[in-house]
């Protein structure tokens, strides 16, 4: 188990920076190693190699595959919750006769929605703040596609020198993850599982 922990974390540990470099040479369109594994999908179909993050149409796609690879951390916490269910619960479930399908819907899911919706609510909290993958891999480009919210804050304070602007966008993203962590707040113990009420 521990193996699968540190396989898990370990790209968390790295430096961002230093897995948009790896990343971006992995998706170079003429020299990156993911053309050269689809090279023979590109020849059956008759299609160019695909250039990733310098085309507007993929370049979001590219993102998206780059910030997969920190998973880990949301893993690490689903992973240490699972741990905390007891394994008497799965054992009375299957002394009822109920298989893997029922013991997920009925013990793991419900007893795992307290990570699920923290990982969420982070989860929608960071995609507000995407900056370091778009500034080093794309420069905001190709025609703005990855010109995020965090990115224009940050061109407009630095590149402008705009800082009453980036400081108004700086309050107005404070005041939407205010709002995204209270609302969650709020919805919680609609959708956390707290057990039955005594």
Not at 78 to 103: C, F, H, R, V
Not at 146 to 160: P, S, V
């Amino acid at each position: 188990m521990s193996i699968y922990r540190t396989m898990f974390f370990l790209p968390n540990v790295v430096s961002i920076v230093a897995l948009s470099l790896l990343w971006l040479w992995l998706f170079q369109p003429s020299l990156g190693l993911v053309n050269e594994i689809l090279d023979p999908i590109y020849n059956l179909l008759n299609m160019e190699p695909l250039r990733w993050h310098q085309a507007e149409e993929t370049s979001k796609i590219t993102l998206i595959f780059m910030g997969l690879w920190t998973v880990g951390g949301s893993m690490i916490i689903y992973l240490a919750q699972m741990q905390d269910i007891p394994n008497s619960l799965y054992e009375s479930a299957e002394i009822d006769g109920a298989g893997w399908l029922k013991k997920t819907m009925y013990i793991t899911l419900p007893l795992m929605t307290p990570s699920i919706f923290f990982n969420f609510i982070i989860g929608i909290i960071g995609s507000f703040q995407v900056f370091t993958l778009a500034y080093i891999v794309t420069g905001g480009g190709p025609s703005r596609s990855t010109y995020y919210y965090a990115y224009y804050l940050f061109d407009k304070m630095i590149n402008d020198q705009n800082m009453g602007m980036a400081s108004a966008m700086a309050w107005v993203l404070l005041f939407i993850v205010l709002m995204i962590t209270v609302g969650g707040l709020k919805l919680n113990k609609y959708v956390i599982y707290l057990g039955e009420e005594t």
